[in-house]
């Protein structure tokens, strides 16, 4: 006896995806039916078919693009269910950039609107960077090492957002990041703060590669400069963010949580609503943390 036939309503019940869905990844050939009634022209499907196609809807409900479904689909059948987790790990790169993205320009909207347009217009081109950094050391002002320390600091922002990094881009984000760091602590009178902010930097770029051990010592730095000059408010909430998402990529699922409660605790007592909003929404993005708002 052969298999059951299902139609495409039953397929749609069985496997979660909408009747429209299945027609259209039928005219894509993504997932064709096992046999179309020659009389009615109903799409029939076997019943070994639903679990292709739940994976269809799983990895489509991860905005997966349709390219990158069909090659995990292939790999599945295949056998391979570590390249569908590969595939998987990769678009879950390219979004976290895409948020760091989209939460950098929602701060940006925040300090137009907060400060004005001429405020907002008079911030550094992180574009200069490149001559900039050309200058021979030693030679610049006080006013150009804080500059060039900014400017650092938006490179490696711009690559944390680049959704399609190279080995390349990944190497310079790294010596961006750190060389940022160095030059704010060569400008006389800085203050913790940025220190702070350019220890959490380094920690995101090498949590954002997937290189726990130095994303927890930097993360750390950031906690240490944060106590030991008194400083609070947001920037003490990102720091126990830093160590939370360093020890989600070491695996570390028990610290990450603890953490984590940490940063939602610090994130109280932060002043303005907005940076509130910034750190929880940055929570989320931290691997297999909950909800927080």
Same mark, same amino acid.
């Given at each position: 006896?052969?298999?059951?036939?299902?139609?495409? %309503?039953?397929?749609?019940?069985?496997?979660?995806?909408?009747?429209?869905?299945?027609?259209?990844?039928?005219?894509?050939?993504?997932?064709?039916?096992?046999?179309?009634?020659?009389?009615?022209?109903?799409?029939?499907?076997?019943?070994?078919?639903?679990?292709?196609?739940?994976?269809?809807?799983?990895?489509? !409900?991860?905005?997966?693009?349709?390219?990158?479904?069909?090659?995990?689909?292939?790999?599945?059948?295949?056998?391979?269910?570590?390249?569908?987790?590969?595939?998987?790990?990769?678009?879950?790169? $390219?979004?976290?950039?895409?948020?760091?993205?989209?939460?950098?320009?929602?701060?940006?909207?925040?300090?137009?609107?907060?400060?004005?347009?001429?405020?907002?217009?008079?911030?550094?081109?992180?574009?200069?960077?490149?001559?900039?950094?050309?200058?021979?050391? %030693?030679? +610049?002002?006080?006013?150009?090492?804080?500059?060039?320390?900014?400017?650092?600091?938006?490179?490696?922002?711009?690559?944390?957002?680049?959704?399609?990094?190279?080995?390349?881009?990944?190497?310079?984000?790294?010596?961006?990041?750190?060389?940022?760091?160095?030059?704010? +602590? $060569?400008?006389?009178?800085?203050?913790?703060?940025?220190?702070?902010?350019?220890?959490?930097?380094? !920690?995101?770029?090498?949590?954002?590669? %997937?290189?726990?051990?130095?994303?927890?010592?930097?993360?750390?730095?950031?906690?240490?400069?944060?106590?030991?000059?008194?400083?609070?408010?947001?920037?003490?909430?990102?720091?126990?963010?830093?160590?939370?998402?360093?020890?989600?990529?070491? +695996?570390?699922?028990? $610290?990450?949580?603890?953490? !984590?409660?940490?940063?939602? !605790?610090?994130?109280?007592?932060?002043?303005?609503?907005?940076?509130?909003?910034?750190?929880?929404?940055?929570?989320?993005?931290?691997?297999? $943390?909950?909800?927080?708002?």
């Amino acid at each position: 006896m052969g298999q059951e036939l299902l139609t495409v %309503g039953l397929m749609a019940r069985r496997s979660g995806l909408t009747v429209k869905a299945l027609r259209h990844y039928d005219r894509t050939g993504l997932l064709r039916p096992a046999a179309v009634d020659g009389a009615t022209g109903y799409r029939l499907y076997r019943g070994d078919q639903v679990a292709e196609a739940r994976l269809i809807r799983l990895l489509r !409900s991860l905005d997966l693009p349709l390219d990158q479904v069909r090659t995990a689909v292939a790999a599945w059948k295949d056998g391979d269910d570590a390249a569908v987790e590969r595939l998987a790990g990769e678009h879950r790169r $390219q979004l976290d950039a895409r948020v760091t993205r989209l939460r950098g320009a929602l701060h940006r909207i925040d300090h137009l609107l907060a400060e004005g347009l001429h405020a907002a217009m008079t911030e550094t081109d992180p574009d200069e960077v490149t001559a900039t950094t050309k200058s021979a050391p %030693g030679t +610049g002002s006080v006013t150009d090492a804080r500059l060039l320390a900014a400017q650092l600091f938006n490179e490696t922002w711009r690559l944390l957002e680049l959704e399609s990094r190279s080995r390349d881009d990944d190497d310079r984000m790294i010596h961006t990041a750190h060389a940022s760091r160095y030059h704010w +602590g $060569q400008v006389p009178g800085v203050t913790p703060a940025h220190l702070v902010r350019g220890e959490w930097q380094i !920690s995101r770029v090498y949590a954002v590669l %997937g290189r726990p051990e130095p994303a927890l010592h930097h993360a750390r730095r950031v906690l240490g400069l944060c106590q030991e000059n008194g400083i609070g408010d947001w920037d003490l909430a990102f720091a126990y963010e830093a160590l939370a998402r360093a020890h989600a990529v070491a +695996g570390d699922t028990v $610290q990450a949580r603890h953490y !984590s409660d940490h940063a939602l !605790s610090a994130a109280q007592h932060i002043a303005e609503d907005s940076e509130r909003e910034l750190v929880l929404a940055d929570l989320e993005t931290i691997p297999g $943390q909950p909800r927080y708002w």
